[in-house]
């Protein structure tokens, strides 16, 4: 099916959801601003602009200041912001041969303008809160950000092909970036090579790319780059964005001449990856695979002598928590860590995490349309082991091993996962295949 053709069905969908919220929760139509720029502290100076999510959800198009009117039984409106300005030069509809002739579009000059044209007596979602109620509209109605949200979980053929695209272009990234590194290359330059293989700006990016070689790689948001040469290890998270959408890949490479056993460790992961990836289907609650992950760390950590203890015994200790501190994945949309990971329905119920486990992002049962990353890792981060190296489990674990692994950092590979009917579908492994078996 042609593109076209499948955000016209994705527009459809998207509008018979809303009509259901507005219903549930009393409007008669939604106003959606696609973000207004931001200025830095002290100076005239804009932040790299990063549009309203929800606005994305129903127009690709780019830039700020543009906003949308939804309502049952009529055309949605694009007001679209094209101000007469010499100095900036107004973003093109790109791709607008696909989605532009869904919409009435009016142009606007001004923001006061465009504010205009969007209409009163309707909710209204965006970062502009105080202009919304100048002009009559409810600012955010939880209620129906809740349902929205909601809405956004189970993702639309449209959205699916979007992110295929998304995870073709970070994989093409993810080569150059990794040739650059066994090439000697430093954080910047394999940043930069990430960059040009995918074809944008930085600014452009799914998120601030992870660009870590070795102990840098045991910091889960590493955003600096450095211009040293030469590590033996590293740890690239990364994704492209297309149409909105953003994919999220990591990957972990080494050198020829790393030290066998951290190589070892990394085969390990990639494996538990693969195993988690296959156990995924419609009806297993994502709990249970984060369950499943330290299980089969546990099994590694055993196996490579880090830890003493038998793998049953090690899980009941916690003793793989400071190794795998983070949860094993999240949502994947247009948020990077997308929406509704804790929800349990449209009324914006939660199901939080167990204590043991905080940073899980994701509790919910799989469904088929859910879009998500599956990036078990194994870390030695210093802060999080020393409390175990001075507790009453410190016999349980091979310290000297451990500060001899510890320089080169961390281990990650993350996948993007379609559920499907039957059970998954791992985009990232036909485009990017692990580097390590």
């Known amino acids: 099916m042609d593109l076209r053709t499948l955000f016209l069905d994705h527009l459809g969908r998207r509008m018979a959801w809303l009509e259901q919220g507005l219903a549930a929760t009393g ?23 990063q549009g309203v999510p929800h606005f994305r959800h129903y127009c690709p198009l ?48 001004t ?13 209204y979602l965006g970062d502009e809160p105080g202009r919304a109620e100048a002009a009559g509209l409810v600012p955010n ?4 950000v809740h349902h929205l949200d909601w809405g956004r979980s189970c993702k639309s053929p449209y959205e699916l092909r979007t992110l295929e695209e998304a995870t073709e272009r970070g994989a093409r990234g993810h080569r150059a970036s990794r040739e650059a590194f066994l090439a000697g290359g430093s954080e910047v330059e394999i940043h930069h090579a990430f960059v040009q293989a995918a074809d944008c700006l930085d600014q452009d990016l799914a998120f601030p790319s992870i660009v870590a070689l070795e102990p840098k790689g045991a910091i889960l948001h590493y955003r600096h780059k450095r211009h040293q040469r030469g590590g033996k290890v590293l740890l690239l998270d990364c994704g492209a964005r297309v149409r909105g959408y953003g994919s999220d890949i990591t990957r972990t490479s080494a050198v020829p001449a790393c030290d066998p056993r951290f190589t070892g460790l990394m085969g390990g992961v990639a494996r538990l990856q693969r195993t988690v990836c296959e156990a995924l289907r ?33 899980l009941a200790l916690g003793l793989t928590r400071p190794f795998l501190p983070h949860g094993l994945g999240h949502f994947l949309g247009i948020n990077i860590h997308d929406v509704a990971g804790r929800q349990t329905g449209p009324d914006g119920g939660l199901l939080m995490p167990p204590e043991h486990y905080p ?7 799989l469904e088929p349309g859910h879009v998500l990353t599956v990036e078990p890792g194994l870390y030695f981060i210093p802060m999080l082991l020393e409390p175990m190296r001075a507790g009453t489990h410190s ?5 000297k091993l451990i500060d001899e692994l510890t320089p080169l950092g961390g281990i990650r590979f993350e996948d993007n996962v379609v559920i499907t009917e039957t059970g998954a579908r791992n985009v990232t492994q036909e485009y990017l295949p692990s580097w390590e078996t």
């Open 27 to 49: 409007f008669d139509a939604l106003v959606i601003s696609s973000g207004a720029p931001v200025s830095y502290y002290a100076d005239d100076h804009e932040a790299p602009f």
């Open 359 to 365: 940073a899980l992002r994701l509790t919910r049962t």
């Open 395 to 399: 016999g349980r674990f091979d310290w």
């Open 282 to 314: 419609p009806g297993v609650p994502f709990l249970a695979m984060h369950e499943l992950a330290h299980a089969e760390l546990a099994a590694l950590l055993h196996q490579s002598g880090i830890l003493k203890a038998a793998p049953e015994e090690a």
């Open 62 to 109: 780019e830039g700020p200041n543009h906003l949308l009117r939804l309502e049952p039984g009529s055309r949605p409106l694009l007001v679209r912001y094209v101000p007469q300005d010499y100095w900036y030069e107004q973003l093109p509809m790109e791709g607008g041969e696909i989605w532009a002739d869904a919409f009435e579009i009016k142009e606007a000059a």
């Open 111 to 123: 923001e006061d303008e465009a504010w205009a044209l969007a209409g009163a007596r309707a909710a």
């Open 141 to 144: 109605p939880a209620s129906l």
